[in-house]
């Protein structure tokens, strides 16, 4: 099972029934992670899984850099899909983008879902 796939099946548990998540990555708060200097700030940084369906994108809180990012616990928030513009750019190991009252970090290997997802540009 993938880490994408394996993040959806993950994040449908946590949602209304009948819900079917599309696309599913982990994305990082805090400090931009490239920041090897503050690494205890970074490995500190709260963790989110972002989750998108057909016409809403979840946003669920989940735990830290080094312990469980990949574990959806609670949702956090939800906004329309189409209120949700996609990044200027994915470019570097560490791309920030915001979705909702949130702005993450995403890391390189999340873009082509991200891309998928969102519809961003190169």
């Known amino acids: 099972m993938t880490m994408s796939a394996d993040l959806r099946t993950r994040c449908t548990a946590l949602l209304p029934p009948d819900t079917h998540v599309r696309y599913a990555w982990t ?3 805090g400090l931009n992670p490239s920041w090897r200097i503050l690494s205890w700030l970074v490995i500190a940084s709260p963790c989110r ?6 016409d809403t994108i979840y946003v669920f ?9 990949r574990k959806p616990k609670s949702l956090k928030f939800s906004v329309p899909r189409a209120a949700v ?4 750019r994915l470019t570097g190991s560490w791309t920030r ?6 702005r993450m970090w995403v890391r390189r ?5 991200v891309r998928q997802a969102l ?4």
């Open 27 to 29: 994305a990082q708060r």
């Open 49 to 54: 899984v972002v989750a998108v369906t057909d």
């Open 61 to 69: 809180r989940s735990g830290s850099a080094i312990l469980s990012p």
């Open 85 to 88: 513009p996609p990044p200027a």
């Open 97 to 102: 983008t915001t979705i909702g009252p949130e």
């Open 109 to 113: 290997r999340a873009y082509p879902i």
């Open 119 to 122: 519809g961003a540009a190169s």
